[in-house]
């Protein structure tokens, strides 16, 4: 069994910055990609940005410049640095990941999501 668990989050002023956590834990084999996705209200989740295990990354064109993903290979984790933060990036952020574990009948390619943090940018 795999878990996401996630941590951060919040209220913070416009231009302002949070960083948002997550850990996988669980009979994981191996990590392909993790990444952070969010869902405001009314609209369809959307990818914020990506990291492969090699490191390569990935952003939506809204947070280039402000956010920054990393990962722990090591520790299963995976962060996000929100700088500059604005009332459009209101929503609730979800980390996710691409994994393979361990199941009874052996390994299993999967997504697994963590259960949602807000993040709420307001004056």
């Known amino acids: 069994q795999v878990q996401l668990v996630e941590s951060g989050g919040g209220l913070v002023q416009p231009g302002g910055s949070l960083r948002l956590s997550c850990a996988a834990s669980?009979?994981?084999?191996?990590?392909?990609?993790m990444g952070w996705y969010r869902q405001a209200p009314g609209k369809e989740r959307e990818l914020v940005a990506s990291?492969?295990?090699?490191?390569?990354?990935n952003y939506v064109d809204a947070v280039k410049g402000r956010f920054t993903i990393s990962r722990d290979n090591a520790k299963n984790t995976v962060a996000l640095q929100m700088n500059s933060l604005k009332p459009e990036d209101t929503a609730v952020y979800y980390c996710?990941?691409?994994?393979?574990?361990?199941?009874?009948?052996?390994?299993?390619?999967?997504?697994?999501w963590g259960q949602g943090t807000q993040v709420t940018v307001s004056s």
């Open positions: 996710h990941a691409a994994l393979i574990s361990f199941i009874a009948a052996g390994l299993e390619v999967g997504d697994y």
């Open positions: 669980g009979s994981i084999v191996s990590i392909n990609t």
């Open positions: 990291i492969a295990s090699g490191g390569s990354t």
